[in-house]
């Protein structure tokens, strides 16, 4: 739990009031319930994410899995596959119990790389 602490206390890829004029993508999950909700901004240039931020509502195990997520995410392409939940909850030593914290993580992030692509799709099509 040290290392969730750890992140919790810090949080450096949360995201600040300007994301949107830096990161044009974006992508949200919430539980079913609707109390948890994690919305993930990307900025992305040449295929690669240069910028990863998060906003979220829910617990500590919430907050923390959108931080490591965006963490591990810049930098690398965008087409990239997203760690699996199971590799999250390693990196954070989270109990098997919060595994729906790394799930709603992950389905942000999958949300905001689709929209993303769909956009990079759309400026290489040319139109008749």
């Not at 596959?81 to 914290?101: C, D, F, G, S, T």
């Not at 929209?115 to 139109?127: I, L």
Request: glycine share 6%.
């Amino acid at each position: 739990m040290d290392g969730l602490r750890a992140r919790f206390d810090a949080l450096r890829w949360a995201a600040d009031d300007r994301i949107a004029h830096r990161a044009r993508f974006v992508g949200q999950a919430t539980t079913p319930a609707g109390d948890d909700r994690v919305e993930i901004w990307l900025a992305v240039v040449d295929g690669r994410i240069e910028t990863a931020r998060f906003r979220a509502h829910g617990g500590p195990a919430v907050l923390c899995a959108a931080d490591w997520l965006c963490e591990y995410c810049e930098g690398r392409e965008l087409a990239a596959a997203p760690p699996v939940p199971a590799e999250i909850m390693k990196a954070l030593a989270l109990p098997r119990v919060q595994m729906p914290a790394a799930l709603l993580a992950v389905d942000a992030l999958d949300a905001a790389r689709q929209h993303a692509m769909e956009h990079q799709t759309s400026r290489t099509v040319s139109r008749v």
